[in-house]
């Protein structure tokens, strides 16, 4: 499905310099559309209007700038809560048969089965909890340090939005654990750092800025969360 046309000033971007842009392409009807040209940088404002959604999602796996653009500025995607929370069902999931596999018992009594499923519930409230004191520690350091980029509350939900939606590499989690073999811990290892790669690019497309910063927040963001562990931890719950 292709955009719409034409949109109020700063609507779409170039995915390839970031410039704001009114239109993706014009329609000349009867089937004839034109890719607008970009006014600052000469290239197609957004190529991937052409592109089949699988060669986006490769690009978008790839951790292409431009294909960042093209979802976050001149698509209409609505998925970023239902993503979250099925990303974090995933998550607890792990969780929770890693704590079902250190524990020997198996009496199949009720009692037992309602606390394996309240541990569920735990593993996902505890999930919820790290991401988002990492995200807040994400916040907490590009507001710090970048002011000017944060300075509407649109600016926060673009972030925000921009963030969940990176987080798409956590559905990896359960087929790893599926086919769960000897290099299991190693891909759930791959699965966290590509996650904060797709992290530090979403920022990094998002707020316009160089490589290092985005990093540089999610440093923190990774303090934070694991702040937040080790209280679990002294608290006696399994995380």
């Given at each position: ?8 000033l700063?609507?779409?971007r170039?995915i390839?310099?970031?410039e704001e842009a ?5 329609d000349?009807?009867r ?10 940088c000469q290239k197609?404002v957004d190529k991937?209007?052409e ?6 999602l490769i690009?978008?796996v ?7 653009r ?7 995607i ?7 929370i ?7 999931y792990i969780?929770w048969?890693?704590?079902?596999d250190?524990?020997?018992n198996t009496?199949?009594?009720?009692l ?10 735990r593993?996902?409230g505890i999930a ?7 995200f807040?520690?994400i916040?907490?350091?590009l507001?710090w340090?970048?002011?000017?980029m ?5 600016d926060?939900i673009?972030?925000l939005k ?9 559905l990896?989690?359960?087929?790893a654990v599926?086919?769960e073999h ?6 759930l290892?791959?699965?966290k750092?590509f996650?904060l ?5 979403a920022?990094?497309?998002?707020l316009n ?9 999610i440093f923190f963001?990774?303090?934070l969360?694991?702040g937040v562990?080790?209280?679990f931890?002294?608290m006696?719950w399994?995380?």
């Amino acid at each position: 499905v292709l955009p719409r046309p034409m949109a109020a000033l700063g609507a779409y971007r170039c995915i390839e310099c970031n410039e704001e842009a009114t239109e993706l392409y014009r329609d000349y009807q009867r089937g004839v559309l034109r890719i607008s040209i970009c006014k600052s940088c000469q290239k197609p404002v957004d190529k991937y209007i052409e592109y089949d959604p699988v060669i986006i999602l490769i690009n978008a796996v790839l951790c292409k700038a431009q294909a960042y653009r093209h979802i976050l500025f001149n698509t209409k995607i609505n998925i970023h809560g239902k993503l979250c929370i099925f990303c974090l069902l995933c998550e607890a999931y792990i969780r929770w048969l890693q704590l079902q596999d250190s524990s020997q018992n198996t009496d199949p009594d009720d009692l037992i089965r309602y606390a394996k499923e309240w541990d569920f519930y735990r593993m996902f409230g505890i999930a919820s909890l790290e991401q988002t004191s990492f995200f807040l520690g994400i916040f907490i350091t590009l507001w710090w340090m970048t002011p000017e980029m944060l300075k509407r509350k649109s600016d926060f939900i673009l972030l925000l939005k921009a963030l969940l939606l990176s987080t798409y590499g956590k559905l990896l989690l359960i087929p790893a654990v599926i086919w769960e073999h000897d290099y299991t811990p190693l891909c759930l290892a791959f699965i966290k750092v590509f996650v904060l790669i797709s992290n530090s690019q979403a920022i990094r497309v998002t707020l316009n800025l160089n490589r290092i910063l985005p990093w540089f927040a999610i440093f923190f963001g990774l303090i934070l969360e694991n702040g937040v562990v080790c209280l679990f931890q002294k608290m006696g719950w399994d995380v």
